[in-house]
T-cell receptor
């Protein structure tokens, strides 16, 4: 495995629910990312944290709220989502501008 | 603007035949280029990268990629395909205009290798 874990692996939620996705890396990396993967579309970069500071927010709706409490953990808090938010959410980490290490993803279904 | 294009949604090849998955890029400056593979219900796995040096880069599982600066391409190749190579392949480029690590990905190409 890549050293990046994500929980839960699958999540079904209603539009009024509040849930959180968790990502954890023990690779000593200083950057962490959230991506959204939808079928036949490029990976959409949502957020980037570098040294625990959010450095990128790609016009993501406020119903998605990231949190990076330390260099090893990254959360994505979800509330009042829409059905079109159903997708695979991938977490990744990197160090030094080279390759990224991806987690297995959370398959999210919004009913 | 930085971008990556994968012109083929799907590539079909018979086992034992050579395969090519195409990628073109647009970047400012010298590119850092990557290929990743994604198997069903898994995250992306790194295959290979080009940063500098030889235009032919060798990576995992027998894959290689050829960097062509004049054509702004970075096609993924393998001399002899295996059924187990069937997966989704992503090309990516690093944004060199930022002082943090940001990457752009293509839309992916599904590779089908038939026995």
């Amino acid at each position: 495995e890549t050293g990046v874990t994500q929980t839960p692996r699958h999540l079904v939620m209603g539009m009024t629910n509040k849930k959180s996705l968790k990502c954890e890396q023990h690779l000593g990396h200083n950057a962490m990312y959230w991506y959204k993967q939808s079928a036949k579309k490029p990976l959409e970069l949502m957020f980037v944290y570098s040294l625990e500071e959010r450095v990128e927010n790609n016009s993501v709706p406020s119903r998605f709220s990231p949190e990076c409490p330390n260099s090893s953990h990254l959360f994505l808090h979800l509330h009042t989502l829409q059905p079109e938010d159903s997708a695979l959410y991938l977490c990744a980490s990197s160090q030094g501008g080279t390759r990224q290490f991806f987690g297995p993803g959370t398959r999210l279904t919004v009913l | 603007a930085q971008s990556v294009a994968q012109p083929e949604d799907q590539v079909n090849v018979a086992e034992g035949n050579p395969l090519t998955v195409k990628c073109t890029y647009s970047v400012s400056g010298n590119p850092y280029l990557f290929w990743y593979v994604q198997y069903p219900n898994r995250g992306l796995q790194f295959l290979l990268k080009y940063i500098t040096g030889d235009n032919l880069v060798k990576g995992s599982y027998g894959f290689e990629a050829e960097f062509n600066k004049s054509q702004t391409s970075f096609h993924l190749k393998k001399p002899s395909a295996l059924v187990s190579d069937s997966a989704l392949y992503f090309c990516a480029v690093r944004d060199m205009t930022r002082n943090f690590n940001k990457f752009y990905f293509g839309s992916g190409t599904k590779l089908n290798v038939k026995p």
